[in-house]
């Protein structure tokens, strides 16, 4: 299962990777702004969105792909390494 997390800080990146490794599950971060992210969003079965660390045009286009490609997606205000944790979590027992 693919993650795509979009926002974040980009000096946890690792920590980000680890939490979804030890879950079994491949994680694709986008702590910045990039070109044509909704192809890249594309293969991703759940999409988390740290919304305090991304910026409102990344945060539409991503939800626009997700809508487009019927990604589910979650939303969280704060950036952390546990929050992403309680996110998997939460995806893991709802599926």
């Given at each position: 299962?693919?993650?795509a997390l979009?926002?974040?800080?980009?000096r946890?990146?690792?920590?980000y990777?680890?939490?979804?490794q030890?879950a079994?599950?491949?994680?694709l971060i986008?702590?910045?702004?990039?070109?044509?992210?909704a192809?890249?969003l594309?293969?991703a079965?759940v999409?988390v969105?740290?919304?305090n660390?991304v910026s409102?045009?990344v945060?539409?286009?991503a939800?626009?792909?997700?809508?487009s490609?019927?990604?589910?997606?979650?939303?969280?205000h704060?950036?952390?390494v546990?929050?992403?944790r309680?996110?998997l979590?939460?995806y893991k027992?709802?599926n």
């Amino acid at each position: 299962m693919c993650i795509a997390l979009i926002g974040g800080m980009d000096r946890l990146d690792k920590h980000y990777k680890e939490v979804a490794q030890s879950a079994g599950l491949s994680l694709l971060i986008f702590t910045r702004s990039q070109t044509n992210i909704a192809a890249k969003l594309k293969k991703a079965d759940v999409m988390v969105i740290f919304t305090n660390k991304v910026s409102h045009r990344v945060k539409t286009e991503a939800m626009q792909a997700a809508k487009s490609f019927g990604i589910p997606v979650i939303m969280r205000h704060t950036c952390g390494v546990c929050t992403l944790r309680e996110c998997l979590e939460c995806y893991k027992t709802a599926n």
